[in-house]
Structure formats: structure tokens, C-alpha cells
């Protein structure tokens, strides 16, 4: 489990930084979007991409390592337009 607390602590310093640029490049002015919901669907894409990857594309195998149900992760694939 020690490892997955240095993965998050990493991932965690990528957010940061992405963020600190995004707000650099926005010069004071407040974000157009929603900004969970921008950060959310720039995270949840790729992660749900790999994942799918590292098991072959089995479903089933990619909800377990995400931690969510396989219906929930179908519509998070249609959502994201990932077949």
C-alpha cells in the first residue's frame, strides 16, 4: 500500500504543476468552465485509456483496479467516447 501513497503523492505534484500553469496562462482572470469539472474529465480520460491497456482491454480486470463498478466504468467509456 506504500507504494500507492508515493504514486498519489507524484500524481499529485503533476496536478499542481498543470494547474499552477493554467492559472499562470489565465493572467488574473477568473477560469471560463467549471474548473472540477475541467480537471475531472483531463484526468478521468487518460487514467480509464491506460487502465484498459494494462488488462487487455477487460473490462471487468479495469473497474477492479479503478475501484469502481463495471456498468459505472461502460458509462464513464461512452461519456469519454473510449471503445
Given amino acids: 500500500m ?6 498519489e503523492n507524484e500524481m499529485a505534484r503533476y496536478v499542481r504543476q ?16 467549471d474548473l472540477y469539472e475541467m480537471v475531472m474529465n483531463c484526468v478521468e480520460k487518460p487514467l480509464i485509456e491506460r ?4 488488462v487487455g482491454g477487460n473490462q ?10 463495471r456498468n459505472t ?9 473510449i471503445m
Avoid at 21 to 32: I, K, M, N, R, T
Avoid at 60 to 69: C, E, P, S, V, Y
Fill in 18 to 33: 498543470a494547474l499552477e500553469e493554467y492559472f499562470v496562462h489565465l493572467d488574473g482572470e477568473a477560469p471560463a468552465c
Fill in 73 to 81: 466504468l461502460r458509462k464513464k467509456m461512452a461519456q469519454h467516447g
Fill in 60 to 69: 471487468t480486470r479495469a473497474a477492479d483496479m479503478l475501484g469502481i463498478n
Fill in 51 to 54: 487502465v484498459l491497456t494494462q
Fill in 2 to 7: 506504500s507504494d500507492c501513497v508515493l504514486d
